[in-house]
């Protein structure tokens, strides 16, 4: 369902409208940075993007790809992640854009409280704990987990632990998948790229 316009916005549009209140000029830079501000993606989609082939070869391997490993499997994967020449223009050496996705990975993403009725003390999440939440559901269930699949599983969870007294779950909301990695298809689909292939069963 759309957004509806705010009150806000109407007083705006009227504001906007009346040339004696708001000059011709001053009403042209506004919708210059208005269209600026919609054309341009979130943070956290923008840095997702930049860094996401880096941040499934870290979480694959464990080690730092090098400059020949990054552009090998770009090529090999028909990847659309930037080019390795690209990340070394955005951060100013390869090592420091490896950096950023080793820091990322470990990085404080919200501040989020125990989910214990009584506990007073904070719990930062990181990024890779949203992978190993939705690793954790399709381990579980056998299927990857649609958004409304991982919200009612969270709440569930963190439900049955309130009641039975088990430790916090550790299950990130949604507020903070989009805050690590912009969207949530975004947290699925490197979990699905960095998940351990499943192991044929064998007949006894």
């Known amino acids: 369902m759309p957004d509806q316009p ?12 009346d040339h004696r209140a708001f000059p011709d000029d001053a009403a042209q830079d506004l919708h210059r940075l208005l269209g600026h501000r919609l054309a341009s993606p ?11 082939l880096l941040l499934r070869m870290v979480l694959k391997a464990a080690v730092v790809p090098t400059f020949d490993e990054y552009e090998a499997r770009r090529h090999a994967d028909g990847s659309d992640a930037p080019a390795r020449s690209t990340l070394v223009n955005a951060y100013g050496h390869w090592l420091s854009a490896c950096d950023a996705a080793v820091r990322f990975l470990g990085k404080t993403s919200a501040q989020v409280a125990h989910t214990h009725r009584h506990a007073r003390t904070y719990v930062p999440y990181v990024p890779r704990e949203v992978v190993d939440a939705i690793a954790r559901f399709h381990g579980r269930f056998g299927t990857w987990p649609t958004k409304w699949e ?15 007294g088990a430790p916090d779950p550790r299950i ?23 998940a351990e292939p499943t192991q044929p069963a064998h007949s006894a």
């Open 42 to 52: 979130p943070t956290g989609v923008m840095r997702y993007d930049r860094l996401q």
């Open 172 to 194: 990130p909301s949604m507020g903070q998948v989009a805050k690590a990695y912009g969207t949530y298809d975004r947290a699925v689909q490197l979990t699905r790229d960095t």
């Open 6 to 17: 705010t009150d806000v916005a109407f007083v705006l549009v009227d504001l906007v409208g």
């Open 150 to 164: 991982y919200n009612e599983w969270g709440r569930l969870e963190r439900q049955a632990a309130r009641h039975t």
